[in-house]
Nanobody, 124 residues
Framework: QVQLVESGGGLVQAGDSLRLSCAAS????????MGWFRQAPGKEREFVAA????????YYATSVKGRFTISRDNAKNSVYLQMNSLKPEDTAVYYC?????????????????WGQGTQVTVSS
């Protein structure tokens, strides 16, 4: 089992920045990719960003490219999401997730473990 805990969410104004953190604990695989997803009220969970074990490969949803940056620190078993130029449409509960191996995926079904989520609210 792997436990993931997100933090860093909050209430901000449009144009502000936030940095989300996700710490993993438990029995992680030797290598694993990590990703960020979000879910707004009444909507399905959607992909935001993902990163490989090495940190070399990253994927971003079109809606956040140029504004969000995903990174990781394997020594701390953590992944981060720097969110700049936030928009009201970014309002959602943000979840981090992990999957074993080197391959980076963007599909929700490819991830095995999920955190509890952290709320991000962007006002206009």
């Amino acid at each position: 089992q792997v436990q993931l805990v997100e933090s860093g969410g909050g209430l901000v104004q449009a144009g502000d920045s936030l940095r989300l953190s996700c710490a993993a604990s438990g029995r992680t695989s030797s290598t694993y990719a990590m990703g960020w997803f979000r879910q707004a009220p009444g909507k399905e969970r959607e992909f935001v960003a993902a990163i490989s074990w090495s940190g070399i490969t990253t994927y971003y949803a079109t809606s956040v490219k140029g504004r969000f940056t995903i990174s990781r620190d394997n020594a701390k078993n953590s992944v981060y999401l720097q969110m700049n130029s936030l928009k009201p449409e970014d309002t959602a509960v943000y979840y981090c997730a992990t999957r074993p191996g080197w391959v980076v995926e963007t599909s929700i079904s490819e991830y095995d473990y999920w955190g509890q989520g952290t709320q991000v609210t962007v006002s206009s």
